[in-house]
């Protein structure tokens, strides 16, 4: 039943006729699916196997990184791998699968400070919608607005790495899943290269008698 409706999504998804705010025809240029759930990696990594629109596919599990943690920026990559901005993308031969790993700290991060900041300022977020002429709200996003404001950031700092990082966490008797899709949206957007993102910083090439001497 699952496999049968991520197919059927991705395919509505996919033909769908989308339009920007110029009202221009755009095209799905990036999917991500969940992989978070250890009881779906199966299901999930055959349909982005399989799917007619593989090309377009990739499944990403999000981890938060904290302050006591080295970013992703720091990673090394091997052969194949693409470090992107607080993402990597990398082969689980495993599955078969090219999937995506994210750090949602860092990305819910940019989506709390994308939906807070003014409308006019670049990258900020905003809702459709517009009020009636009586200020009455034609457009109702409560249940959207219930997930945006689901978890909570605590401002974390680390003495030892001297990093400080806002780590994420669930509210009690809340919902996310619109949160986590938003979140999604923007790596997924990163991947495809929108946005002013912070680009990977060069790690400095060692010889091994320098990293022997700072073993010691």
Request: charged share 25%.
């Given at each position: ?176 899943h619109y949160w986590d899709n938003l979140v999604g949206c923007m790596v997924a957007a990163s991947i495809k290269g929108c946005g002013n993102d912070e680009k990977a910083k060069p790690r400095e090439r060692k010889s091994l008698s320098q990293l022997a001497s700072e073993a010691k």
């Amino acid at each position: 039943a699952v496999e049968l409706g991520l197919n059927g999504l991705i395919a509505q998804l996919v033909t769908r006729d989308w339009k920007n705010e110029a009202s221009v025809p755009v095209g799905v240029g990036q999917i991500l699916i969940d992989w978070s759930d250890g009881e779906m990696d199966d299901t999930v990594a055959k349909v982005c196997r399989t799917s007619p629109y593989k090309a377009l596919i990739h499944p990403m599990a999000g981890v938060g990184i904290g302050p006591e943690k080295a970013p992703m920026m720091l990673y090394n990559v091997g052969t194949g791998e693409v470090l992107g901005n607080h993402w990597i993308k990398k082969r689980n031969n495993k599955q078969a699968v090219t999937g995506i790993r994210a750090d949602v700290n860092y990305w819910k991060s940019r989506a709390a400070k994308a939906l807070t900041c003014l409308p006019s300022i670049r990258g900020a977020i905003t809702l459709y919608g517009t009020n009636g002429e009586n200020g009455t709200r034609l457009t109702d996003h409560r249940m959207i607005g219930d997930h945006y404001a689901s978890e909570k950031g605590t401002r974390l700092t680390n003495e030892d790495r001297k990093r400080t990082v806002t780590v994420f966490s669930l509210k009690p008797n809340r919902e996310n899943h619109y949160w986590d899709n938003l979140v999604g949206c923007m790596v997924a957007a990163s991947i495809k290269g929108c946005g002013n993102d912070e680009k990977a910083k060069p790690r400095e090439r060692k010889s091994l008698s320098q990293l022997a001497s700072e073993a010691k």
